[in-house]
């Protein structure tokens, strides 16, 4: 079970940004979104949690229909998201944010474990020790992007979709992130990740879907994504050249 998007149309006027698209995020594996800008990627996702209303279409959680749900009720079915542009709140600490969604998950659920211990465990998890008293706006967006994703576990999501979490990152937190991303996806968690860095996509994703121009353009492995010949046409002169290097 996870999530599963069944036949999504989406039009911006005369615009077709997506178009009768399907997809699925298991369980326990990484799915990545793939496609050149303005392929639909963010407008699924905006489909995905309630932000976005499609044209037609269906999106379905642990096979209950979430399509007629706003986004703070799909938010509480286990559903968290982070966005292309970081959405911390800066004026707080990085220990601040993760405790702000620590302590609305406590809320809804007074037996999980106090809202400052759960906090100090996503901090030390994610390695954020060293800047969990920096103010938010004052982190690089790279470690901006660990405590977004900190902020997102504290609600202990079913689901979590990462709208391009690597855009500002060095390797090294690239590789940490990806780390993390793993551990939690083990752990039963379904990830839908958006991202153009091809190395990080394909050294996580379990399963890709591609997008091109608001439709599916192919759907599998990292290895059959990585020979299809039609995927391959779609990214030039944008990512090819990284898919091959991956490859
Ligand atoms: N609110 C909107 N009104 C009109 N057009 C929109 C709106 N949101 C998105 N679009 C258009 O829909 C298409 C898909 O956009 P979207 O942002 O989903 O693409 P994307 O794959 O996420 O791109 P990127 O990789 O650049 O983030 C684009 O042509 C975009 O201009």
């Known amino acids: 079970m996870g999530l599963e998007v069944t036949d999504v149309t989406v039009k911006f006027g005369g615009h077709t940004a997506l178009d009768n698209v399907s997809l699925r995020a298991l369980n326990g594996q990484i799915t990545g979104l793939i496609g050149p800008n303005g392929a639909g990627k ?3 996702f905006n489909v995905i ?9 269906k999106v379905m959680l642990d096979g209950r229909d979430i399509s007629k749900l706003p986004p703070y009720r799909r ?4 559903m968290a998201r982070t966005f292309q542009r970081l959405e911390l709140f800066g ?17 809804r659920h007074p037996s999980a474990e106090r809202a400052g211990a759960a906090t100090g465990q996503l901090v030390e998890r994610l390695n954020l020790g060293h800047i969990a008293e920096v ?6 967006t790279g ?3 660990m405590v977004e994703l900190a902020r997102a576990l504290a609600c202990r999501p079913r689901i979590l979709l990462l709208d391009e979490p690597a855009s500002g990152q060095d390797e090294a937190e690239t590789v940490e992130f990806s780390r993390v991303l793993r551990e939690v996806a083990t752990e039963g968690v379904a990830v839908l990740l ?3 860095d091809m190395d ?7 399963e890709l879907h591609v997008l091109d121009f608001g439709k599916k353009l192919a759907q599998g492995t990292c290895q059959e994504i990585q020979a299809d010949p039609a995927v391959r046409a779609a990214y030039l002169g944008e990512a090819d050249e990284e898919l091959v290097e991956s490859a």
Do not use: F, K, W
């Open 91 to 107: 004026s707080l600490t990085v220990r601040e944010n993760i405790h702000v969604a620590a302590a609305q998950y406590r809320r």
């Open 135 to 140: 103010r938010a706006d004052q982190l690089p």
């Open 75 to 78: 938010a509480r079915r286990g």
């Open 42 to 44: 963010t407008t699924m």
């Open 49 to 57: 949690t309630g932000l976005q209303a499609p044209h037609r279409g």
């Open 194 to 196: 958006v991202e153009h």
């Open 200 to 206: 990080l996509v394909m050294s996580v994703c379990d």
């Open 143 to 145: 470690q901006g992007r």
